[in-house]
């Protein structure tokens, strides 16, 4: 069975502009949650859908957004990208009502 | 809130030496617990799980034992190889509501093997 995939896998981006990330979960996963890893503050949730909802926020500014379609990929997005927003972000997915989450291979983006 | 405490890093062992990385967390009721481990430039791989008290994980001669008592989750390896130097995270699912769970993972300790 196929894994996590994540696109891109780099991304080199300037201030101000906006970025969208994708993820496809493993087949028959319903639920992909986001998780940004920076060097400073280490593993922190984004968001969490299920089902094209989403079922939980992380403490993020509403610049971090995101959403699932019906073939249960997702996508994220920022806008306004900041030098803080540099960062190592990871997509994982599970069953949805099962607690192990399987990581992709994450997107490390670069805000210049 | 909840939370995971894991030993500073970086560990460095020469090879076939035995290792543990300490893992404590604090949660209201009974949380899974999860090591994850990252390989340079990549994600994080599921290494073992434990999902009640004194329930073991194990998994590629990795090991820990989910401690209630003592609120802890140790990994340890009998001999580790140069292969195994990686970041280790441990984790706890915190459940949000319904089904929903949300990993808070500790700080990750590095493990360097040498030959």
């Known amino acids: ?23 496809s979960p493993i087949s028959g996963h319903r639920s992909v949650s986001w998780y940004q890893q920076t060097p400073g503050q280490g593993l922190q949730f984004l968001f969490e859908y ?13 610049r971090f957004s995101g959403r699932q379609f019906s073939n249960s990929r997702s996508e994220m997005n920022v806008s306004t990208l900041e030098l803080g927003d540099s960062a190592l972000y990871l997509c994982a997915s599970s069953t949805g009502d099962q607690e192990t989450q399987y990581f992709g291979p994450g997107t490390r983006l670069l805000v210049l | ?56 994980g194990s998994n590629k001669g990795f090991e820990a034992t989910y401690r209630k008592e003592t609120t802890s989750f ?42």
């Open chain 1, 50 to 62: 299920f089902s094209e909802t989403q079922r939980n926020k992380g403490n993020f500014p509403g």
């Open chain 2, 74 to 115: 140790h990994l340890e390896k009998g001999s580790v190889q140069v292969s195994d130097s990686a970041v280790y995270f441990c984790a706890l699912s915190d459940p949000v509501r319904d089904s929903s769970y949300k990993l808070i993972f500790g700080s990750g300790t590095r493990l360097l093997v040498r030959p």
């Open chain 1, 1 to 23: 069975k196929a894994g996590v995939t994540q696109t891109p896998r780099y991304l080199i981006k300037t201030r101000g502009q906006q970025v969208t990330l994708s993820c």
């Open chain 2, 1 to 56: 809130g909840n939370s995971v405490t894991q030993m500073e890093g970086p560990v460095t062992l020469s090879e076939e030496a035995f290792l543990t990385i300490n893992c404590t967390y604090t949660a209201t009721g009974y949380p899974s617990l999860f090591w994850y481990v990252q390989y340079p430039g990549e994600g994080l791989q599921l290494l073992l799980k434990a999902t009640k008290a004194d329930d073991k």
